[in-house]
Nanobody, 122 residues
Framework: QVQLVESGGGLVQAGGSLRLSCAAS????????MGWFRQAPGKEREFVAG????????AYADSVKGRFTISRDNAKNTVYLQMNSLTADDTAVYYC???????????????WGQGTQVTVSS
């Protein structure tokens, strides 16, 4: 099992920035990648970004390309999501997940955090 704890969510104005963190602990050896997903009220949970621990390869949803940056600190077992140029469409609960391969498919992610709320006001 991998324990994941997100932090950094909050209220931000449109056009602003926010940085989310995800601290991983436990049996992290089996988790090759980390991903961020989000879910807005009445909508399906969607993939936002992912990163491979070893190679640093990244993947992004089209909706956030050029605005969001995922990164990792291997020594700290921590993944970050830098979110810039935020809009109301980015309002959602953001979840950190640990998985096996770098993919937007949620079925390849085995462990999930509790989520952190991001609210973008206009």
């Amino acid at each position: 099992q991998v324990q994941l704890v997100e932090s950094g969510g909050g209220l931000v104005q449109a056009g602003g920035s926010l940085r989310l963190s995800c601290a991983a602990s436990g049996r992290t050896f089996s988790s090759a990648v980390m991903g961020w997903f989000r879910q807005a009220p009445g909508k399906e949970r969607e993939f936002v970004a992912g990163i491979a621990w070893t190679s640093g390869n990244t993947a992004y949803a089209d909706s956030v390309k050029g605005r969001f940056t995922i990164s990792r600190d291997n020594a700290k077992n921590t993944v970050y999501l830098q979110m810039n140029s935020l809009t109301a469409d980015d309002t959602a609960v953001y979840y950190c997940a640990a998985g096996r391969i770098l993919t937007p498919a949620s079925g390849y992610y085995d462990n999930w955090g509790q989520g952190t709320q991001v609210t973008v006001s206009s």
